[in-house]
């Protein structure tokens, strides 16, 4: 069975930092362009970052442009987005999904095919 697998929520105070994982199960990540999406309560899913597959190319939201990084290990076998300064509007469930695309894109999360069961991320003191 063919599915994301994400890890590494969970609760921080202001300021601090948290890393999400996502590997694939089933599948290697080598040829997807893989996205982080977040689901903020009251609010729609919203693209958070993504990084392309042949020439690595990273996108951010305006929101989290340089406080979150992401990234693949070098077995491209898992993507990580380490979240710096993080502040309470930060806090959702972050998504990762995969996506056969040339290009990678945080504005339209109808272009990925698999996505992972969510991980929560509360920022709160």
């Known amino acids: 069975q063919v599915q994301l697998v994400e890890s590494g929520g969970g609760l921080v105070q202001p300021g601090g930092s948290l890393r999400l994982s996502c590997a694939g199960s089933?599948?290697?990540?080598?040829?997807?362009?893989i996205a982080w999406f977040r689901q903020v309560p009251g609010k729609e899913r919203e693209g958070v970052s993504c990084i392309g597959v042949n020439d690595g190319t990273e996108r951010y939201a305006a929101s989290v442009a340089g406080r979150f990084t992401i990234s693949r290990d070098s077995a491209k076998t898992a993507v990580y987005l380490q979240m710096n300064n993080l502040a309470p509007e930060d806090t959702g469930v972050y998504y990762c999904?995969?996506?056969?695309?040339?290009?990678?894109?945080?504005?339209?999360?109808?272009?990925?095919?698999?996505w992972g069961q969510g991980a929560q991320v509360t920022v709160s003191s």
């Open positions: 999904a995969a996506g056969p695309l040339p290009m990678c894109t945080v504005e339209v999360e109808g272009l990925y095919d698999y």
């Open positions: 089933g599948f290697t990540l080598d040829y997807y362009a």
